[in-house]
């Protein structure tokens, strides 16, 4: 929500329909183990993306960084 800063948060929220004290809430909490991780994992995704000529999917995508990288997918890591 960059544009709060020209806007400000109430009037965002009323149009969004979202109580200003929960994007205030958001915007406090200190950053969590897997929001480090996801970050991490992002170049890859998008190098493994980029050399599958941009058509791979989720499934071919995460088979391809289990057999390029031998990474572990957890059952809280995963989203589907």
Not at 44 to 66: C, D, H, M, P
Not at 69 to 80: D, K, L, Q
């Amino acid at each position: 929500m960059a544009a709060h800063r020209h806007h400000g948060v109430e009037p965002i929220c009323h149009t969004l329909q979202v109580a200003p004290s929960a994007v205030r809430s958001a915007w406090a909490r200190p950053v969590t183990a897997r929001e480090l991780a996801d970050e991490a994992l992002k170049p890859i995704i998008v190098e493994s993306f980029e050399a599958n000529y941009r058509v791979y999917g989720r499934r071919k995508i995460k088979a391809a960084l289990v057999a390029s990288t031998g990474w572990s997918w957890t059952r809280t890591a995963s989203r589907g």
